[in-house]
């Protein structure tokens, strides 16, 4: 499965581009290849979005990286993206001898935006002279402010049917499209994709394919076993696949030796991916976590949630905000929940003997 972004700066209408899906599942890595996937040499403003720092301060470091990479372009062009820069609005300012930095907080950084929107015309009209354009990429774009949001879409928009158009390119969970709708409802018209989980004919050739190319045979037993257990997820396919790798001793790998490395693997995952996101939930909140694992995967109602737990959806809504707030779970759309962790309903399963003992000393769970 591949989903290639091409980059152009051949005018008209630029429709911007949001790639959406569940944690590890490549959105980043797609978002950085689409950047590099060019036929020509756009000036690209990278950020990943944070609630902490704003989209001014990382473009700002994003061009002044470009300032340097882009050897190619004329000197009148890197001259005046390194003016560009100067104007483009600090949120911090460093302290001499390496006392840290003052952050720029409340009205007096709101009062920045003007300029910072200033700069950002003038570099687009700064690159369409020169036969270039830009480009603004953003990852986690669920998480940026939406005041930060909001002049950056309304520039995008702005320029998209003119000669010199502004593209956008995003990356984040797919309660992304709910939020750039926050921003400008004329965000649903924008192009969404979402990465989905690898069918089990990709994840076998995800996994025998690059094994080929290197004169090693996977028996059909172990390749079952192999894309049965990583179950669509491309980092699980990465993990058991490697796993399988190095334990190989010759030139073929066997079904016994990939059923060696599962349980060791299946710990390794636990540990390190889910229990972390669980070890804070209290009885009360595994016990709302495993009435959402027992619909199945995707996003479900709070509605059959609460069902599920015998209890109104009123008296439980707290429950599944202390979800939310632990980064266990987040809401798609308006009354739906989902896990923001792939595969997080077989972890329950699989692990239900050992945290059903913290809930069940848990009584009257919404009575």
Do not use: C
């Not at 797609?30 to 990278?46: A, E, F, G, Q």
């Not at 490395?261 to 939930?281: A, C, K, Q, T, V």
């Not at 945290?355 to 009575?367: D, S």
């Amino acid at each position: 499965m591949e989903l290639a972004v091409k980059l152009t700066a051949n005018g008209g209408a630029a429709q911007p581009i949001v790639v959406v899906g569940l944690r590890g599942m490549g959105k980043t890595a797609l978002l950085r290849r689409s950047i590099r996937n060019r036929d020509t040499k756009p000036i690209v403003l990278y950020a990943e979005g944070s609630e902490e720092q704003s989209l001014a301060a990382a473009f700002r470091r994003s061009l002044e990286r470009a300032s340097g990479e882009l050897k190619s372009a004329p000197d009148r062009l890197k001259s005046t993206i390194d003016s560009i820069v100067r104007k483009f609005p600090k949120t911090s300012f460093e302290l001499p001898h390496e006392m840290g930095a003052i952050a720029i907080e409340g009205s007096k950084a709101e009062e920045q935006t003007r300029p910072f929107i200033d700069a950002i015309y003038e570099l687009n009209e700064a690159a369409a002279k020169h036969g270039r354009f830009l480009v603004f990429a953003i990852d986690e774009i669920q998480t940026v402010r939406v005041e930060d949001l909001l002049p950056i879409v309304e520039f995008v928009h702005e320029t998209a049917g003119s000669n010199a158009p502004a593209l956008l390119l995003g990356a984040g969970l797919p309660n992304s499209r709910l939020h750039l709708h926050r921003v400008k409802t004329y965000t649903e018209r924008w192009r969404y994709f979402r990465l989905e989980l690898l069918s089990r004919e990709e994840s076998r050739d995800a996994i025998d394919l690059p094994a080929r190319e290197r004169g090693v045979e996977i028996e059909e037993a172990a390749l079952e076993l192999l894309a049965r257990e990583s179950a669509g997820y491309p980092f699980f396919v990465q993990e058991f696949g490697s796993a399988a790798w190095a334990t190989r001793t010759g030139r073929v790998i066997t079904s016994e030796q990939v059923r060696s490395i599962l349980p060791g693997i299946r710990r390794l995952l636990d540990n390190s991916l889910y229990e972390p996101s669980f070890e804070s939930l209290t009885g009360v909140e595994l016990s709302y976590a495993f009435a959402l694992a027992k619909l199945g995967p995707g996003p479900h109602r709070v509605r059959e949630i609460a069902d599920g737990l015998g209890g109104r959806v009123e008296k439980l809504n707290w429950i599944r905000n202390q979800l939310i707030k632990k980064d266990v779970a987040y809401s798609p759309a308006s009354g739906l929940l989902e896990f923001r962790l792939p595969l997080t309903e077989r972890f329950l399963r699989r692990n239900a003997r050992v945290l059903g003992k913290r809930v069940e000393q848990i009584n009257g769970v919404g009575e």
